[in-house]
């Protein structure tokens, strides 16, 4: 497929090929939406929207705008979850930690009709929290200290304790929508925002020649903000993003789920079941990732093989209808079960790597000690391992929750009352 514009210097922004009828909306520092939102900055990028830090010249206050392609559903799912949780009447703890819907309009531009979500502002997610601290920002362990690991752990656990107390499942369960709150910032100036986010930096956008876009592209494309220096976070997390979000009683076709594989629990790769049992795997899998700062299981090329391989090391043999309709066990056990070889001398594919030894391994691989580029911490000390009696009832918490039966597995309610979560 030909390209429509010249690529760029720079991988941290949306495809720009998306800019096109039906995709994203071109937007340029100082736009102003819905007569009242001034776009200051960029927070972000996703395949379906691009988020922006506003600032409301009616309100006073500081939001997000979330600015979904003109051809995307799914930021008619998010907003009707968003719109049924806010109608709910709770004081329930959970309900604290996902994100609210402050306002939603819609505008016409080049590229079609396009929904806006405006949020409150939030951090970096977890997820772009442990990148930037793997890629040089921040050297030494790669994950947060432990106490507010236990924070976030157990607030997420609530948020998605009170979706499926009212019969929704997220269906999106990952490391990337995790967001750290922000204390307010809504007494920033906006000269104040910018010089604590970093001056907005831009490139061009150019056509490829022969290529006529017009006013479905932007002049140029913004990076996201900088990475706000830690003294401005809170301890407590937020749950967002409910573009794959389901009720209970109507789950997606495992077809189309939207859940990266790592993620997903063993059944949705073998049967036609996605259910809150199936949301209590994934979940127990961001739990593992916030508190070791790597991920439970890794697929270097993208496939489920891999992930399910990876199941198997850690849990051993699959159950028996799954066993024998993996296709893909034979590029890694012979016809015997025996873990195959790639070669003379090399560990087998299948070797064990049960949790316990995955949970002793954490932090047993720091680098340098951990700079933040603020006087804050809120980074694990290098070489901290988990203590003895946390690593046993982590262990512990884990085996329950990654059950093979899915009608074995803790189930949400469970997981809060579990010691390692309600401490």
């Known amino acids: 497929m030909s390209r429509r514009y010249l690529p760029l210097a720079v991988d941290t922004v949306e495809d720009i090929e998306g800019y096109k009828p039906g995709g994203y909306h071109p937007v340029h520092l100082g736009d102003t939406f819905d007569g009242r939102y001034k776009i200051l900055h960029k927070l972000g990028s996703g395949g379906f929207s691009t988020t922006w830090l506003a600032r409301d010249t009616v309100g006073k206050r500081y939001y997000a705008l979330k600015i979904v392609k003109a051809a995307e559903t799914a930021a008619s799912t998010e907003l009707r979850t968003l719109e049924k949780l806010a109608a709910i009447q709770s004081d329930d703890c959970g309900r604290h930690h996902i994100r609210n819907l402050a306002a939603y309009f819609t505008f016409q531009g080049p590229n079609g009709l396009h929904n806006c979500l405006v949020t409150e502002v939030a951090g970096p997610s977890l997820n772009r929290l442990y990148n930037v601290i793997g890629h040089g920002y921040a050297q030494g362990s790669r994950r947060l200290r432990a106490d507010i ?14 979706l499926h107390s009212q019969r929704i499942c997220h269906g999106d369960l990952t490391l990337s929508n995790v967001l750290l709150k922000l204390k307010s910032i809504d007494d920033w100036t906006e000269d104040e ?13 150019v056509a490829a020649p022969g290529t006529h876009p017009g006013d479905s592209a932007p002049r140029y494309v913004v990076e996201p903000a900088s990475m706000p220096d830690a003294k401005y976070f809170t301890h407590d997390v937020l749950l967002v993003d409910f573009g794959e979000a389901f009720p209970v009683d109507s789950p997606p076709r495992p077809e189309d789920i939207g ?7 063993p059944e ?3 049967e036609s079941k996605v259910s809150p049992a199936s949301e209590a795997w994934s979940l127990a899998c961001v739990l593992y990732e916030i508190r070791a700062g790597d991920p439970l299981f890794t697929s270097i090329m993208g496939g489920r093989d891999e992930i399910i391989m990876q199941m198997v090391q850690m849990k051993g043999k699959l159950l028996g209808p799954w066993w024998s309709s993996w296709d893909g066990r034979s590029m890694f056990v012979d016809d015997d079960d025996e873990p195959l070889k790639e070669r003379t001398n090399v560990a087998p594919r299948a070797q064990e790597y049960p949790l316990e030894g995955m949970i002793a391994e954490i932090g047993g691989e720091d680098e340098e000690e951990a ?6 911490s809120i980074l694990e000390p290098k070489d901290t391992k988990v ?3 946390e690593a046993e009832s982590m262990r512990d918490f884990l085996e329950g929750a990654l059950r093979w039966a899915p ?3 803790l189930s949400v309610a469970q997981m809060l009352r579990h010691p390692w979560i309600a401490g």
């Open 259 to 265: 859940i990266p594989v790592k993620y997903r629990a």
């Open 149 to 162: 690991a236990r924070t976030a752990t157990r607030q997420l656990v609530q948020a998605v304790h009170f």
């Open 407 to 409: 009608e074995e597995r």
């Open 371 to 376: 700079f933040f580029g603020s006087e804050v």
């Open 193 to 205: 925002v910018l010089e604590r986010l970093g001056t907005p930096s831009t490139q061009d956008l």
């Open 387 to 389: 203590p003895p009696d």
């Open 268 to 270: 949705t790769f073998f």
